[in-house]
């Protein structure tokens, strides 16, 4: 192999690989003419040269649109590649917002609610559920406390029209659960309104002089 340079018709200079390579012949020839007794030998003649020209840039063309080749397909898997993390970037936050929501929304409700008991006891409807959604847990939960809030309101008209039982078993209940949730105010209001209760049917029990009403006697 070699490299020569020559200069083109348009002023540049051309690189040009040669490679080569010799042809031989094998022959044989009499060790010594004069007496072949002496038998021959094998002798490798040469009987030409073959060669090949190339310019260094025909020999580079292929590589240059191998690599052009492969820098256009490295784009387009990049672009695909960056296509595809932000979709899956954008379904993590989104999932996570959801994931979130669905958490923190139904606390957020609740403690709304319990904040709305300890402020207005019994006396208002529970806050609006929107567009809450929670888990089943929190969903029976919370219509445990709406179901209160109509009981504690059904009691407090029992105990205006006279159904003093209903009033009172009702507010039994209530009482049991307002000391579970620890919620003081509540537990004095329905202590409260239970008091008035047991009075006015203490008082019923004198009025109709009866000793047990309503399954309670005058001692209790």
């Known amino acids: 192999k070699a490299v020569f340079f020559r200069k083109a018709d348009d002023g540049t200079v051309q690189t040009l690989h040669i490679a080569y390579s010799p042809v031989f012949v094998t022959s044989i020839e009499p060790i010594d003419s004069s007496d072949y007794s002496r038998g021959v030998r094998p002798v490798k003649r040469l009987i030409y040269s073959l060669a090949l020209v190339e310019t260094e840039e025909e020999i580079l063309l292929p590589f240059q649109q191998i690599a052009a080749t492969t820098r256009r397909q490295t784009r ?10 932000l979709a899956a970037v954008l379904s993590i936050i989104y999932i996570s917002y959801r994931l979130a929501n669905s958490f923190t929304l139904p606390m957020i409700y609740l403690l709304g609610l319990i904040e709305h008991i300890n402020k207005h006891g019994g006396d208002q409807g529970p806050p609006p559920t929107g567009k809450v959604k929670a888990s089943r ?15 504690v309101r059904s009691a407090n008209f029992a105990f205006f029209v006279g159904e ?3 009033a009172h078993r009702v507010l039994v209940d209530s009482l049991r659960l307002f000391r579970r949730l620890d919620n003081k105010k509540a537990i004095g209001i329905a202590s ?12 019923e029990m004198k009025a109709s002089k009866l000793d047990r009403l309503y ?6």
Do not use: P
């Open 76 to 85: 387009i898997a990049m672009g695909i590649l960056a296509i595809v993390i």
């Open 137 to 151: 847990e929190v969903e029976a939960f919370s219509k445990t406390l709406e179901v209160l809030y109509r009981m």
């Open 164 to 166: 003093l039982d209903f």
């Open 192 to 203: 409260n309104n239970i008091g008035n209760i047991l009075l006015g049917i203490y008082r």
């Open 215 to 220: 399954g309670l006697t005058t001692s209790e």
